[in-house]
């Protein structure tokens, strides 16, 4: 019989075969782990339809769409250079929290959280800002710029200023205004995402954008309301709809000021973490992450099971007070 520990030759030590063994067990579970994937990736994305939204409801804008609503821009061609350009205007809303609580936000396109705006990386991108609001606002982008384009210095109400720079790196940035006290600007609603694609793209999957913030109602630096996309227990009451067995690719950002860092977690599930989105890898694999004030990252998952699924920060006063939704996944039955 062959022994493998004693090959007459060079011996092969038990050390050697079970580094080999551990090596191969490795790449056989991150290929299975890929594949994975693949095969949720490879099946054709569909979205399912909106639940309709209550015509009785108060509100400026819809959370709904909110999930889905990614802005491309406007591509222009300018001296054999295509630029993408995005309009933002910046205003006072009153939005309607709940049936007893009315909130005046600071917010940009109308919306808390701003607009999502999208581009691929090395792409020139263009922010026409306006501020039609009675303060002075800003927006400062996360990301690689040149100082002029930082978004530090104060644009005065009726003012407009350009904010012009190449989409780098790939990933997924944060975007706020930084007038001072920044605390308070945000926390009025003055923030959103930039989502920069990687040239070579991603796996198609059913895109959303969950972002967490909060008001300080009565400006004691207390946060008294929390929410997702901007109207807390939006998505409890009405819950999100996916489909079973469908990659779902999560853009997750934190907004939240005046806490310490907040936790997201699923039930019944585990997903994929893709940091900051600066990897085409996922990093490691979790139903629950931490994320301090402007930390973002990407998480994938599939449900296997249909059903209504709880998602919210594990804190638990924080989710009680308006950061708790469901998932809704629907039998795919195609």
């Known amino acids: 019989m062959l022994n493998f520990f004693n090959l007459g030759r060079k011996s092969t030590t038990r050390r050697q075969f079970i580094q080999w063994s551990l090596?191969?067990?490795?790449?056989?579970?991150?290929?299975?782990?890929?594949?994975?994937?693949?095969?949720?990736?490879?099946?054709?994305?569909?979205?399912?339809?909106?639940?309709?939204?209550?015509?009785?409801?108060?509100?400026?804008?819809?959370?709904?769409?909110?999930?889905?609503?990614?802005?491309?821009?406007?591509?222009?061609?300018?001296?054999?250079?295509?630029?993408?350009?995005?309009?933002?205007?910046?205003?006072?809303?009153?939005?309607?929290?709940?049936?007893?609580?009315?909130?005046?936000?600071?917010?940009?396109?109308?919306?808390?959280?701003?607009?999502?705006?999208?581009?691929?990386?090395?792409?020139?991108?263009?922010?026409?800002?306006?501020?039609?609001?009675?303060?002075?606002h800003s927006m400062h982008f996360h990301g690689v710029h040149p100082a002029e384009m930082d978004g530090v210095a104060s644009i005065r109400r009726g003012k407009t200023t350009v904010y012009e720079f190449d989409a780098e790196p790939y990933g997924v940035h944060p975007y706020h205004c930084h007038v001072a006290p920044v605390t308070r600007h945000v926390g009025k609603g003055l923030y959103g995402l930039f989502i920069v694609d990687p040239p070579e793209g991603r796996p198609d999957a059913d895109e959303m954008v969950l972002v967490m913030g909060a008001y300080d109602l009565d400006d004691d630096d207390v946060n008294e309301l929390y929410a997702f996309n901007g109207i807390p227990n939006y998505y409890r009451d009405r819950p999100i709809p996916i489909y079973q067995n469908q990659l779902v690719r999560l853009y997750i950002l934190n907004m939240v000021e005046l806490d310490p860092p907040i936790t997201f977690h699923i039930h019944a599930n585990m997903f994929q973490v893709y940091r900051t989105g600066r990897s085409l890898?996922?990093?490691?694999?979790?139903?629950?992450?931490?994320?301090?004030?402007?930390?973002?990252?990407?998480?994938?998952?599939?449900?296997?099971?249909?059903?209504?699924?709880?998602?919210?920060?594990?804190?638990?006063?924080?989710a009680e007070h308006g950061c708790m939704g469901y998932f809704d996944v629907i039998p795919d039955e195609a």
């Open 23 to 136: 090596l191969i067990g490795g790449i056989s579970a991150a290929a299975l782990k890929l594949n994975s994937r693949q095969a949720y990736a490879a099946n054709p994305v569909k979205i399912p339809p909106w639940p309709k939204t209550d015509s009785t409801s108060d509100l400026s804008f819809d959370p709904m769409s909110v999930l889905r609503d990614f802005n491309y821009g406007t591509l222009k061609e300018e001296d054999g250079q295509t630029i993408r350009e995005f309009e933002v205007v910046a205003h006072s809303t009153t939005l309607q929290l709940n049936c007893a609580i009315a909130f005046v936000s600071w917010n940009l396109n109308d919306r808390v959280p701003g607009p999502t705006l999208r581009a691929t990386e090395g792409d020139r991108v263009r922010i026409i800002f306006h501020n039609e609001d009675g303060h002075s």
């Open 281 to 318: 890898e996922p990093s490691e694999e979790s139903d629950v992450i931490t994320m301090g004030t402007a930390e973002r990252h990407i998480l994938e998952f599939a449900y296997k099971y249909p059903g209504k699924y709880m998602f919210h920060p594990h804190q638990d006063d924080i």
